[in-house]
């Protein structure tokens, strides 16, 4: 089924792991992708990658407010448009409270929550005078609260928040907004809190699925599929809303 065709997609944070996911995804059903992420090599190589009709990488920082309105320019000069958002760019900087510093606040916010501003702003000044857009953010089931995330639990709590007003403001433009809270996700980051914390990375998702009422823990394409649904004109009745897919642990 290609849901996308004639589809512009924006995934950010898409080099690797569930934004490459993604940025696959739409592709696999049709749509013309524009990988961004802070790396412009790794996101040329992705978008290369994804067997699109059309596929771009771009180099941005958006937590950057001229960085960002530069590469959405780039995405429609050079897809011919944008329909599709996805606000997936994101680090970590886990410390418990006594440890974490200002920096380490500061970096986290201004990636998750900045960036999904900036980037939201800048592409709803397309998906306004067309009368038609989609945004789909990532928060997680950190947001919930998690021992040592003391900034990641907020911006993604944050993501949940914003995600709703913008919802509320853009809905009356044609624009839905919702949210993909993922649970435990095998990738470089998890695999890197991993040894962070002292334990081989297969022993860490091990015990993550013994916890998880499904008995596995998610791999990038379970989120793929969520953010794809939400992105798609089977959605359109559907604003505002997280959707935690975590086979059933949250925290």
């Known amino acids: 089924m290609q849901r996308f065709n004639d589809r512009v997609a924006i995934v950010t944070g898409a080099a690797r792991g569930i934004g490459a996911a993604t940025a696959k995804r739409f592709a696999s059903e049709g749509a ?33 407010e001229d960085s960002v309105a530069a590469a959405v320019e780039r995405v429609v000069a050079e897809l011919g448009g944008a329909h599709i958002l996805v606000n997936n760019a994101g680090v970590t900087r886990d410390n418990l409270l006594f440890k974490m510093s200002a920096a380490d606040w500061d970096t986290v916010m201004s990636v998750h929550l900045r960036g999904a501003f900036l980037m939201s702003r800048a592409a709803q000044q397309v998906f306004v005078a067309q009368k038609y857009g989609k945004i789909v ?77 499904v008995r596995r823990v998610g791999q990038p394409d379970d989120i793929a599929t969520a953010v794809t649904f939400l992105a798609s004109d089977e959605a359109s009745f559907v604003a505002g809303q997280t959707l935690y897919v975590d086979g059933g642990r949250k925290l």
């Open 32 to 64: 013309n992708v524009a990988v961004i992420d802070l790396d412009e090599s790794a996101a040329a190589a992705t978008a290369e990658s994804l067997g699109a009709a059309k596929a771009i990488g771009i180099g941005a920082d958006v937590s950057d």
């Open 137 to 213: 953010n990532l928060s997680s089931v950190s947001a919930l609260g998690n021992r040592g995330q003391a900034n990641y639990s907020t911006a993604k709590m944050g993501v949940q928040g914003l995600t709703r007003t913008l919802a509320i403001e853009l809905g009356p433009f044609g624009i839905n907004v919702n949210a993909v809270a993922p649970g435990f996700i095998v990738t470089d980051m998890t695999d890197e809190t991993a040894r962070r914390v002292g334990v081989d990375p297969e022993t860490f998702r091990e015990a993550a699925a013994a916890e998880t009422p």
